[in-house]
């Protein structure tokens, strides 16, 4: 309906948002938070009145207002929304609002400034998870081009968030938190690598000093978008403060033609009292979509860290007849099976079977897997180039480069420019064609090295922004054509995290590092975007690859049990005792993954370093599983009383110890008293009083099933 008052006031998902719609250039957010209950048109109109700003001295004569779009025009001195101009001329828009368009939980804004000839096109939206999207899409309403340099998207914040969470990591140890005062000023990160990249940060968030999973007022804000970004934390002067996301443009990337317009990727906005409420509505957002898995996620063997590339069938079969006893219900094989393939510095882009490896294709080893019951999937890497490949030898001009010069190589590889119809053309025909031939029912696509210099031969314009819109459209038809088919997005580990990827993939490779303790942290702070049954999390060897250190089964599994479980570990040749323990952690996750992907991941805040507590509580609060990970010597001896989150308070509950033959108890230790005799607490007194933790060798865990009674 078109709205005639002058504030709207969304509401959904136990959130509000309040839109003041006055004023001279673009409305104003008076309020992004925690549902504000039925407002009267007038209680609504003087929320306005005591949200307004005095004039100061020294000051502007009418005090900025922190609107949808920021601009100079109204006086706005933190950073603009929108940036542009006509070779220079008209570079300071004054976009006016002309039109609303208002449910109870959406609001479209319609914008045009006539004289620098552009309109604007703001959707924000409440979804039942109380999650606040925003979208803004500019048009030039003119006759020449407008050359477009940045758009973002503006969120309020409350004065009280004097306080920054963000992530960042390298290879083998992605999202590592940082934090820091939220101080007058501007806190920034961003993306040029062509990809979001294993430093970026997945969601930039802002709250209370201190605040932390349980409990602390805190919002966030994450772009949906799989390549060049900008996050950033702003608080000015005259007491505003915000958060602002948008797509990182390249000079002259975006040249809007007449009558063209661009929208920014969406904007999510979430927040909560404590990370967990945050994230949980992210989740719950995520997990309404239609195209979100809805089956059981399969136990998956990878098998490169098991093999390499030494693709020999004998060993090859003898990994899947191990996988079929354990319990593995879909076997996939990574690199190394197509043409010219042998290493890492030669073949990417020649995407046929290798037929000296593979002289009777790879039917002889897919015939053995679905035989076994597994599904089969296969590696491909399908954006990347090795100059040594009779694709960049046919091609070169497919190759994203700047000025003529190729960029600087990384693994040994370049990339392919999508956007180049005859490449895409090319690499849909050739994954069509392994689909058609083989029954392949996953693709693990991976995604090896950052982009620089991402030009377009074509058009010598930056061209990062539209390979992310080829690769999007590249996934979709795959999918259109193969019904069924999963796609996992795998970017040198974790290097291509985000909500735009995972509305056209199944799953995201979290990390290419498996050790256990590593994965702890990798593990929490993806979680905060990434809901479980889309977080691959593998059992690798008793040495870990990328680290060197070596960890018992109990610790290896119990870390992969939250996440979709699969393996990453030679599984061929295990002792009887190994084989057997790791079916009883497979048995565990079956038995229990229906909670794992639809229940509310929860982290408790524990004082004790050495303590990791997480969990996953059923959506009715009727059951919940916790893993307690002991990550190094505690100062305490025992470590104390555990607090269990998350649950009904007045429900009462029966705890047990699930894997008390794999926790390392034994070293002198009395037994566990409450593990003794089944033990029935409320809700309330598992998250308020605890109860004692085993006694644990460090880096080892213990996994706690609790149920309603």
Same mark, same amino acid.
């Given at each position: 309906?078109?709205?005639?008052?002058?504030?709207?006031?969304?509401?959904?998902?136990?959130?509000?948002?309040?839109?003041?719609?006055?004023?001279?250039?673009?409305?104003?957010?008076?309020?992004?938070?925690?549902?504000?209950?039925?407002?009267?048109?007038?209680?609504?109109?003087?929320?306005?009145?005591?949200?307004?700003?005095?004039?100061?001295? +020294?000051?502007?004569?009418?005090?900025?207002?922190?609107?949808v779009l920021p601009q100079e025009a109204n006086g706005w001195q933190?950073?603009?929304?929108?940036?542009?101009?006509?070779?220079?001329?008209?570079?300071?828009?004054?976009?006016?609002?002309?039109?609303?368009?208002?449910?109870?939980?959406?609001?479209?804004?319609?914008?045009?400034?006539?004289?620098?000839?552009?309109?604007?096109?703001?959707?924000?939206?409440?979804?039942?998870?109380?999650?606040?999207?925003?979208?803004?899409?500019?048009?030039?309403?003119?006759?020449?081009?407008?050359?477009?340099?940045?758009?973002?998207?503006?969120?309020?914040?409350?004065?009280?968030?004097?306080?920054?969470?963000?992530?960042?990591?390298?290879?083998?140890? &992605?999202?590592?938190?940082?934090?820091?005062?939220?101080?007058?000023?501007?806190?920034?990160?961003?993306?040029?690598?062509?990809?979001?990249?294993?430093?970026?940060?997945?969601?930039?968030?802002?709250?209370?000093?201190?605040?932390?999973? &349980?409990?602390?007022?805190?919002?966030?804000?994450?772009?949906?978008?799989?390549?060049?970004?900008?996050?950033?934390?702003?608080?000015?002067?005259?007491?505003?403060?915000?958060?602002?996301?948008?797509?990182?443009?390249?000079?002259?990337?975006?040249?809007?033609?007449?009558?063209?317009?661009?929208?920014?990727?969406?904007?999510?906005?979430?927040?909560?009292?404590?990370?967990?409420?945050?994230?949980?509505?992210?989740?719950?957002?995520?997990?309404?979509?239609?195209?979100?898995?809805?089956?059981?996620?399969?136990?998956?063997?990878?098998?490169?860290?098991?093999?390499?590339?030494?693709?020999?069938?004998?060993?090859?079969?003898?990994?899947?007849?191990?996988?079929?006893?354990?319990?593995?219900?879909?076997?996939?094989?990574?690199?190394?099976?197509?043409?010219?393939?042998?290493?890492?510095?030669?073949?990417?882009?020649?995407?046929?079977?290798?037929?000296?490896?593979?002289?009777?294709?790879?039917?002889?080893?897919?015939?053995?897997?679905?035989?076994?019951?597994?599904?089969?999937?296969?590696?491909?890497?399908?954006?990347?180039?090795?100059?040594?490949?009779?694709?960049?030898?046919?091609?070169?001009?497919?190759?994203?480069?700047?000025?003529?010069?190729?960029?600087?190589?990384?693994?040994?590889?370049?990339?392919?420019?999508?956007?180049?119809?005859?490449?895409?053309?090319?690499?849909?025909?050739?994954?069509?064609?392994?689909?058609?031939?083989?029954?392949?029912g996953y693709l693990k696509w991976d995604h090896n090295r950052d982009?620089?210099?991402?030009?377009?031969?074509?058009?010598?314009?930056?061209?990062?922004?539209?390979?992310?819109?080829?690769?999007?459209?590249?996934?979709?038809?795959?999918?259109?054509?193969?019904?069924?088919?999963?796609?996992?997005?795998?970017?040198?580990?974790?290097?291509?995290?985000?909500?735009?990827?995972?509305?056209?993939?199944?799953?995201?490779?979290?990390?290419?590092?498996?050790?256990?303790? &590593?994965?702890?942290?990798?593990?929490?702070?993806? +979680?905060?975007?990434?809901?479980?049954?889309?977080?691959?999390?593998?059992?690798?060897?008793?040495?870990?690859?990328?680290?060197?250190?070596?960890?018992?089964?109990?610790?290896?599994?119990?870390?992969?049990?939250?996440?979709?479980?699969?393996?990453?570990w030679d599984i061929s040749a295990l002792s009887a005792a190994d &084989?057997?323990?790791?079916?009883?952690?497979?048995?565990?996750?079956?038995?229990?993954?229906?909670?794992?992907?639809?229940?509310?991941?929860?982290?408790?805040?524990?004082?004790?370093?050495?303590?990791?507590?997480?969990?996953?509580?059923?959506?009715?609060?009727?059951?919940?599983?916790?893993?307690?990970?002991?990550?190094?010597?505690?100062?305490?001896?025992?470590?104390?009383?555990?607090?269990?989150?998350?649950?009904?308070?007045?429900?009462?509950?029966?705890?047990?110890?699930?894997?008390?033959?794999?926790?390392?108890?034994?070293?002198?230790?009395?037994?566990?008293?409450?593990?003794?005799?089944?033990?029935?607490?409320?809700?309330?007194?598992?998250?308020?009083?605890?109860?004692?933790?085993?006694?644990?060798?460090?880096?080892?865990?213990?996994?706690?099933?609790?149920?309603?009674?």
């Amino acid at each position: 309906m078109h709205h005639d008052s002058t504030v709207t006031h969304l509401r959904n998902g136990g959130t509000s948002v309040i839109v003041d719609l006055t004023g001279d250039g673009m409305p104003e957010i008076l309020f992004w938070g925690a549902d504000q209950g039925d407002l009267s048109a007038a209680e609504l109109a003087d929320l306005t009145l005591a949200t307004r700003a005095q004039r100061v001295s +020294g000051g502007l004569d009418q005090p900025a207002r922190l609107t949808v779009l920021p601009q100079e025009a109204n006086g706005w001195q933190g950073t603009p929304g929108l940036t542009g101009s006509r070779q220079g001329r008209f570079f300071s828009p004054a976009l006016r609002a002309t039109e609303f368009v208002t449910t109870p939980a959406t609001l479209v804004i319609e914008a045009i400034d006539e004289i620098s000839r552009l309109s604007l096109r703001a959707e924000l939206a409440l979804d039942a998870a109380g999650v606040f999207s925003q979208r803004l899409t500019v048009t030039n309403t003119g006759d020449d081009v407008y050359e477009l340099s940045d758009l973002c998207v503006t969120l309020p914040l409350p004065a009280s968030a004097t306080e920054i969470l963000d992530t960042t990591g390298r290879h083998l140890r &992605e999202r590592s938190p940082q934090r820091h005062a939220f101080t007058q000023g501007r806190h920034q990160r961003d993306s040029r690598k062509g990809r979001p990249g294993a430093d970026a940060t997945l969601l930039l968030a802002a709250g209370t000093p201190g605040f932390g999973f &349980e409990r602390g007022l805190v919002q966030a804000v994450h772009l949906a978008f799989s390549g060049n970004h900008r996050l950033a934390a702003e608080r000015l002067v005259t007491g505003s403060a915000f958060l602002q996301a948008g797509e990182l443009l390249a000079p002259g990337e975006i040249r809007l033609a007449p009558g063209a317009s661009y929208s920014t990727p969406t904007v999510i906005g979430s927040w909560g009292d404590g990370l967990n409420e945050l994230s949980a509505r992210i989740h719950t957002r995520l997990r309404a979509r239609p195209t979100h898995p809805a089956t059981p996620r399969p136990v998956t063997l990878n098998t490169w860290e098991a093999v390499y590339f030494d693709h020999d069938l004998a060993r090859l079969t003898a990994l899947a007849d191990a996988a079929a006893r354990v319990g593995v219900e879909r076997y996939v094989l990574d690199d190394g099976w197509f043409h010219g393939r042998r290493d890492d510095t030669a073949g990417l882009g020649d995407w046929w079977v290798d037929a000296d490896v593979w002289p009777d294709g790879l039917s002889p080893l897919i015939d053995t897997v679905t035989g076994l019951g597994m599904q089969f999937g296969l590696w491909v890497e399908p954006e990347m180039v090795n100059p040594d490949s009779d694709l960049a030898r046919a091609h070169p001009d497919w190759l994203l480069q700047a000025d003529g010069r190729l960029p600087v190589e990384g693994r040994q590889q370049q990339v392919l420019d999508l956007s180049h119809p005859d490449a895409y053309a090319y690499i849909l025909e050739r994954l069509d064609a392994l689909l058609v031939e083989y029954p392949i029912g996953y693709l693990k696509w991976d995604h090896n090295r950052d982009l620089v210099d991402a030009g377009s031969t074509r058009t010598g314009a930056a061209a990062v922004h539209d390979n992310v819109v080829a690769l999007y459209a590249l996934l979709d038809e795959l999918k259109a054509r193969h019904p069924g088919l999963e796609i996992e997005s795998c970017a040198s580990g974790g290097a291509r995290v985000d909500l735009g990827i995972l509305d056209h993939t199944d799953r995201i490779w979290t990390s290419d590092c498996i050790d256990p303790i &590593e994965r702890l942290t990798i593990q929490k702070y993806t +979680g905060l975007l990434v809901p479980y049954e889309l977080l691959g999390a593998h059992i690798s060897g008793p040495e870990s690859h990328s680290t060197g250190r070596r960890h018992d089964l109990s610790l290896r599994a119990g870390v992969a049990l939250f996440g979709h479980l699969g393996i990453e570990w030679d599984i061929s040749a295990l002792s009887a005792a190994d &084989e057997t323990e790791l079916v009883s952690w497979i048995e565990l996750y079956k038995a229990n993954r229906g909670l794992f992907h639809t229940g509310t991941s929860v982290h408790v805040d524990h004082p004790d370093p050495a303590v990791d507590l997480r969990g996953v509580v059923a959506a009715d609060r009727s059951e919940a599983m916790f893993v307690f990970s002991l990550v190094a010597t505690s100062a305490a001896y025992p470590v104390g009383p555990l607090r269990f989150t998350g649950l009904d308070d007045d429900t009462r509950y029966r705890v047990s110890l699930v894997n008390r033959e794999f926790t390392g108890i034994g070293n002198g230790q009395s037994p566990l008293v409450w593990a003794e005799q089944p033990l029935t607490l409320t809700g309330r007194a598992l998250r308020t009083i605890g109860l004692q933790g085993p006694v644990l060798f460090p880096e080892h865990p213990a996994v706690f099933s609790i149920t309603s009674v």
